[in-house]
């Protein structure tokens, strides 16, 4: 009899023990995820101060556009937590393509190739900033299924596994899903 | 499983010429030797002899910029390395992937598929290829290039197996894009396209987006359209349950 019991004691702690690694495994994917999109969020932030710099004064270009990047820029980086930083981003994506939107009325636009490429990198760096995102709310779909759902439920809340915030950073640069 | 059915065929050939000239044990070891040291090599170097077969030249960054962008942002999306690119030159709107893993793939498209597709129908096709990186598929199917693409050898590999794999991919490729009609509406074009894929001539006109193995004596052509309804789910039926998603 004492047997059985230390048999199913033991089942129980492999159990618990593998449960365990699962759910670590799974945040930190998350963790890597984020990483991931953090290293695109802050290239475009430096790309940013750079764009403006090269039109600095150059009267063609709105500096209204101009001036509410910058200043969605910064939101962006003081922003805490995935969620409001995911709406920051949103800000700062619409915010780029406005000073694209003033250029070509401007004469001397063929003549700014900086801001041209700089303006080419910024938009790129916003898809991958979008493709980093999808990775980043893949993992964490997954992490979060895992701690609701049983068995994993039952180790999540004792052992503080909280669920995760979504980037849902609101990109219409990709087409948007069609549901058919 | 290939592989395997491979070095046993090679050692029972290697057997046979052994026990016919006399020398018993020995054929066998070499038939065995021969068999590992061709499976190991058609392993190692498999993508780079399918890409061989098929002219592929790298695509250079500058000159394939929309290709390059839109690997890099699948690859980042999916969580993969990013492959190689190669291009080749063909009307036929076409694309392949191979490779031993998802470290050492390497993707391939027609020059006319770069312009025969928009860019969302180009990116669900790309996300096909990838998702067969992903899932290995790539290693079955070069593999099945370097073992079997000798002319004598004829179709070892199951229909049914290439079929299911297929439909994986479209539905990985959705669930990579977030937008199925890309990938829709970029097989109804490959449908409709009449052109036939030149340089997949011979061993590897199996590995363009269409399923394996090919009988080479198909007189050289790569058809393609007819190797649809030959080894693989016609694109019908795939557009079919890809509507239904």
């Given at each position: 009899?004492?047997?059985?019991?230390?048999g199913?004691?033991l089942?129980?702690?492999?159990?618990a023990?593998?449960?365990?690694?699962g759910l670590?495994?799974?945040?930190?994917?998350t963790?890597s995820?984020?990483?991931q999109?953090?290293?695109?969020l802050r290239?475009r932030?430096?790309?940013?101060?750079?764009?403006?710099d090269t039109?600095q004064?150059d009267a063609?270009y709105?500096?209204?556009?101009?001036?509410?990047?910058t200043s969605a820029?910064?939101a962006a980086?003081t922003?805490?937590g995935?969620?409001?930083?995911a709406?920051a981003e949103?800000?700062v994506?619409?915010a780029?393509?406005?000073p694209f939107?003033?250029a070509p009325?401007s004469?001397?636009?063929?003549?700014n190739?900086s801001?041209?490429a700089?303006?080419?990198?910024?938009?790129a760096?916003g898809?991958?900033i979008?493709?980093?995102g999808?990775?980043?709310n893949d993992?964490?779909s997954?992490y979060?299924?895992?701690?609701?759902?049983i068995p994993?439920?039952?180790l999540?809340r004792p052992?503080n596994?909280?669920?995760?915030e979504?980037?849902e950073?609101d990109?219409?640069s990709?087409?948007m899903?069609?549901?058919a | 499983?290939?592989?395997?059915?491979?070095?046993?065929?090679?050692?029972?050939v290697?057997?046979s010429?052994?026990?016919?000239?006399?020398?018993?044990v020995?054929?066998?070891v070499v038939?065995?030797v021969?068999?590992?040291a061709?499976?190991v090599?058609?392993?190692?170097?498999?993508?780079a002899l399918?890409?061989?077969?098929c002219?592929?030249?790298p695509a250079?960054e500058?000159g394939?910029?929309?290709?390059h962008?839109?690997v890099e942002?699948?690859?980042?999306?999916g969580g993969?390395?990013?492959p190689?690119?190669?291009?080749?030159?063909d009307?036929?709107?076409n694309?392949?992937a191979?490779?031993?893993?998802p470290?050492?793939?390497?993707i391939a498209?027609t020059?006319?598929?770069?312009e025969?597709l928009n860019?969302?129908?180009?990116?669900?096709?790309l996300a096909?290829e990838?998702?067969?990186?992903k899932?290995?598929?790539?290693?079955v199917?070069?593999l099945?290039?370097?073992?079997?693409?000798v002319?004598t050898?004829g179709?070892?590999t199951?229909c049914?197996?290439?079929?299911?794999?297929?439909l994986?991919?479209?539905v990985?490729?959705v669930?990579?894009?977030?937008?199925?009609?890309?990938?829709?509406s970029a097989l109804e074009?490959l449908r409709?396209?009449?052109?036939v894929?030149r340089?997949?001539s011979?061993?590897t006109a199996?590995l363009w987006i269409?399923?394996?193995?090919?009988?080479?004596g198909?007189?050289g052509?790569?058809?393609?359209?007819?190797?649809?309804?030959?080894?693989?789910?016609?694109?019908d039926?795939?557009?079919?349950a890809?509507?239904?998603l």
């Open positions: 009899m004492g047997w059985i019991l230390l199913v004691v089942v129980l702690v492999l159990g023990a593998l449960l365990y690694n670590v495994t799974a945040h930190r994917r963790d995820a984020w990483a999109t953090e290293v695109q290239r932030h430096e790309l940013i101060p750079k764009l403006v039109v004064g063609a709105e500096s209204e556009a101009l001036e509410a990047l820029c910064a980086i922003a805490d995935v969620a409001e930083r709406r949103s800000v994506s619409s780029v393509r406005l939107a003033e009325a004469p001397k636009f063929e003549a190739q801001f041209l700089l303006h080419e990198e910024l938009l760096t898809g991958r979008a493709y980093a999808l990775f980043y993992t964490v997954r979060n299924t895992k701690i609701e759902s994993g439920r039952l999540a052992l596994f909280r669920a995760l979504y980037f950073a990109d219409t990709r087409p899903r069609v549901d | 499983m290939l592989v395997v059915s491979f070095v046993a065929l090679v050692v029972a290697g057997w010429a052994g026990l016919v000239l006399g020398f018993g020995v054929g066998l038939g065995g021969l068999a590992t061709a499976s090599g058609a392993w190692w170097k498999s993508d399918a890409l061989a077969l002219s592929a030249r250079d500058a394939h910029a929309r290709f962008n839109l942002g699948l690859c980042i999306a993969l390395p990013e190689r690119l190669y291009v080749v030159l009307d036929a709107p694309a392949m191979t490779g031993r893993n470290r050492h793939a390497a498209v020059t006319g598929l770069l025969k860019r969302v129908e180009l990116e669900g096709v096909h990838l998702s067969h990186v899932s290995y598929d790539t290693l199917s070069t099945a290039v370097t073992l079997v693409g002319p050898r179709r070892l199951p049914a197996v290439s079929r299911r794999r297929e994986l991919a479209d990985s490729s669930a990579l894009t977030r937008y199925p009609p890309g990938l829709i074009k409709d396209d009449a052109s894929v340089s997949g011979r061993a199996h269409e399923p394996p193995l090919h009988r080479v198909f007189g052509r790569g058809a393609w359209p007819d190797r649809l309804f030959d080894t693989g789910p016609p694109l039926e795939r557009i079919t890809l509507r239904e």
